[in-house]
């Protein structure tokens, strides 16, 4: 989700990971309705980017079973790790959130229902 960032539209954007790309999902500041998902936690509202990870558990636990779920959240750990010492080292501030309503960010973000919401990770100035 983008809030405030110089070239980049306000809105809910889709990674696309074939293209290395970010498609427009929804137009529009939707981070005081993340704020409120993620159980009032204000300072949402000021951070320029939100990442928010998400997962179609059915792709990994098809082939690995139950344990898949497992391979699915050590892969996103790793992934927010990396964005937050990338943050780091750019000076910017990050913090991994996992307190929040699940059907209400799935909301916000228009998420299909086979998407589970994992992490949000703000990002910004500290």
Not at 24 to 53: E, H, K, N, S, Y
Not at 95 to 103: E, H, Q, R
Request: glycine share 10%; proline share 4%; charged share 20%.
């Amino acid at each position: 989700m983008v809030g405030a960032v110089t070239g980049l539209e306000a809105g809910v954007y889709h990674y696309r990971p074939a293209l290395h790309a970010l498609a427009l999902r929804q137009g529009g500041d939707r981070r005081v309705d993340l704020a409120d998902a993620a159980l009032d936690q204000d300072w949402f509202v000021t951070a320029p980017v939100i990442l928010a990870f998400a997962a179609e558990l059915e792709r990994t636990t098809r082939k690995y079973g139950e344990r898949g779920v497992r391979y699915v959240h050590i892969e996103v750990g790793h992934a927010a790790q990396n964005v937050c010492l990338m943050a780091t080292s750019l000076g910017l501030g990050s913090v991994t959130v996992g307190a929040f309503d699940d059907a209400a960010v799935q909301a916000v973000l228009q998420l299909p229902e086979s998407e589970a919401p994992l992490y949000l990770l703000p990002v910004g100035r500290q």
